[in-house]
């Protein structure tokens, strides 16, 4: 899908050399829709780690190529064009450099240094995903095919998990060529990454970013592509059952809606469209109260009391260096094996910040909380600028990031599709926020918000 703005003055700097190419696009889109399809090899695999929450493996995905392609292209371009462009100040993201530090570092404290080196090597392509995002990233349209990538990705896993709930049983896994449909013992489908808790938290995370596009003045093939995709993408999260995914969407849609309300933002077909998606809802949500609630979670809950206890124990010991990136469950070991545990199931820690806290100290517990903040606070101050398009945007973004924080006291999150899907997302609230603060003559278009196919 092509976007241009109807007029777009660029001073000093030609609007091509701006603009994401039509190559670029497509490798961006590629990467983005692959990350959660997972077309990945883990080098140097540890199963039995991996069994156990660490990250398994040096990962080299097709997002990794996509990547090498995009750096490639934008070098190449910058030094073609380097006498004809004004310079830009780069965003560097001091927390999230910070933070691939913290992990760097705390491998001199690992029981299995490697394990922490599969963790930076993961964590330093997903720095590259946000780098690319917030520095290239130079125009709304971009921004706008950003979030249609999103939209892309969403509607994808969508259907996978429609067509998993019809044609699988519980229980069943199915490969199409390389990628692997799952469905989990208790009917609850994960689409293509192998966890229904993995599925509804990823797609919670990308479904707000694009629901800001129906609430902006939009084409209408865009308004209506984004409007269809949040209708599947809302359906899906509910049948994965994932108890923290809806509270992420519930959070997340009602900041979105309040600002929207304050600020004389939101249209008046809002409130009956949310009102039709409540009743698109409302089988998919009995089923989540009956199955999650009612009958229980089959210990999920209370697994994570424990969980929390031991990483408590494990900080009083060491709260400031840490037990190295990707060695929770080794150091954890144990302390698992005291009496008052050695009944309980065994995991790495089921809280984020617990996790990173255990894992690299309070240190790059620090910076983890920092790289958050970071985005929140470009998202926030997108919204501040007032632009109908970009601070919309901008507001989702940072309603997404709050949810998915929210969603992370009470989970891992250190698979790849969750790493690299929220860097994603710091880097476009970073791209966003800076486009809100340019002052050049393009500023007049931006207004506009006019958008042609």
């Not at 690992?110 to 330093?124: K, R, Y």
């Not at 093939?221 to 509270?247: E, M, N, P, V, Y």
């Not at 545990?341 to 809280?351: A, G, P, Q």
């Not at 002052?439 to 506009?448: D, F, G, L, T, V």
């Amino acid at each position: 899908m092509s976007l241009a703005l109807s007029t777009e003055s660029i001073p000093n700097e030609s609007l091509a050399t701006r603009r994401l190419s039509m190559l670029e696009r497509a490798a961006l889109l590629c990467g983005m829709v692959e990350i959660p399809v997972q077309l990945d090899k883990y080098f140097m695999f540890h199963e039995r780690d991996a069994d156990l929450g660490a990250v398994g493996g040096f990962n080299v995905s097709i997002t990794s190529v996509c990547l090498a392609f995009l750096y490639m292209s934008w070098f190449a371009q910058s030094s073609v064009s380097r006498d004809q462009q004004t310079p830009h100040k780069p965003i560097i993201g001091i927390p999230m450099l910070a933070y691939l530090i913290t992990i760097a570092i705390s491998a001199l404290a690992a029981q299995l240094p490697i394990l922490s080196a599969f963790d930076l090597f993961l964590t330093f392509q997903a720095y590259a995903l946000f780098f690319y995002i917030a520095n290239r990233i130079r125009t709304r349209n971009d921004v706008v095919f950003c979030v249609l990538a999103l939209a892309a990705t969403l509607m994808l896993q969508s259907v996978i998990i429609f067509v998993s709930q019809v044609i699988m049983s519980p229980g069943e896994e199915r490969y199409i060529g390389p990628i692997l449909l799952s469905v989990w013992d208790d009917g609850r489908p994960a689409g293509t990454m192998q966890s229904a808790v993995l599925a509804g938290s990823t797609l919670a995370l990308i479904w707000l970013p694009i629901t800001s596009l129906v609430m902006c003045r939009q084409a209408k093939k865009i308004w209506l592509t984004a409007a269809f995709t949040i209708a599947c993408g809302l359906l899906a999260i509910l049948l994965t059952q994932t108890r923290g995914a809806i509270l992420t969407t519930v959070c997340g849609s009602s900041i979105l809606g309040f600002g929207l309300l304050v600020r004389g933002w939101l249209p008046r077909w809002a409130i009956p469209m949310a009102m039709l998606l409540g009743v698109l809802s409302i089988y998919p949500l009995f089923r989540v109260i009956q199955n999650r609630v009612i009958k229980g979670d089959s210990g999920s809950a209370t697994a994570r009391v424990h969980l929390t206890q031991i990483a408590l124990e494990m900080i009083q010991d060491h709260p400031l260096r840490g037990y190295g990136a990707g060695n929770c469950h080794l150091a954890g070991q144990k302390y698992a094996d005291q009496s008052k545990y050695r009944s309980e199931w065994y995991y790495t820690i089921h809280c984020k910040y617990l996790l990173v806290w255990v894992e690299t100290g309070l240190l790059g517990l620090v910076a983890f909380a920092a790289l958050l903040s970071n985005g929140l606070r470009h998202g926030w101050m997108a919204w501040c600028s007032r632009d109908r398009l970009l601070g919309v945007i901008g507001l989702a973004l940072m309603a997404a990031l709050l949810g998915h924080m929210l969603h992370m006291f009470v989970d891992v999150f250190n698979s790849r599709t969750q790493v690299q899907m929220l860097w994603v997302i710091l880097g476009l609230a970073a791209a966003t926020y800076k486009l809100t603060r340019q002052s050049q003559p393009e500023n007049a278009a931006m207004q506009s918000g006019r958008f042609a196919q």
